[in-house]
């Protein structure tokens, strides 16, 4: 009975997450104007984005990071990963979780490697938390009976690593590293992922063990 309430929760935090990230609007006319008014936010708030972006590229550069062979300039990198972190829809819902982190490994495979772990466990913490959220909701709303809130509670809290594992079409905006002085390599790298995609496939997910 519990494992079916726990589903229910967790289904409810997909749909929801969903709903949030693509609003109804009453008619097709209000629609369009809310499409024309985001294209407008989302193109301001990216130019301003892209100078800092570019600051930031710099800022890099000076401190000795590359880019792997193969790989978009380091600018150009920097550029789309900003622009990622504050494209939104009307409602303000960002399109992607998206994560930084830096790793020093004695050779840059292992050093990306690690970064990018950390930096897909940082996103599998934010899906977790926006799941978490959610189902705190309907435990306010009373939609779950306060003998099941703590079961429900509990195996949200514990879903951190089956997030982490589902994490399979993670985009990696930035990949850069630098040499150290002691000759290690320091790598940095940025992810991003769909929001709702992210839930949804969070939450199938965490039903497995359940169903």
Known sequence: MKARIIISALAAAALLFSAEANAQVATKKEYKALQKQEKVLNKEIQEKA???????????EKEGYKVPVGKLPLAKQIEDSWQAQVTTDAEGVPYYFMATAQSVGSNFTAASMSATNTAKLDIAGQIQTQIASVVEQKIANNEISADNAAAVNSFVSASKSVINNTLGR????VEIY?????????????LGYNTEIAT???VKAMQKPLD
């Open 50 to 60: 892209l100078k800092e972006a570019r600051k930031e590229a710099k800022r890099l």
């Open 170 to 173: 993670v985009i990696k905006f």
């Open 178 to 190: 630098r040499t150290l002085e002691n000759g290690n390599i320091q790598a940095q790298v940025t």
């Open 200 to 202: 949804k496939e969070a």
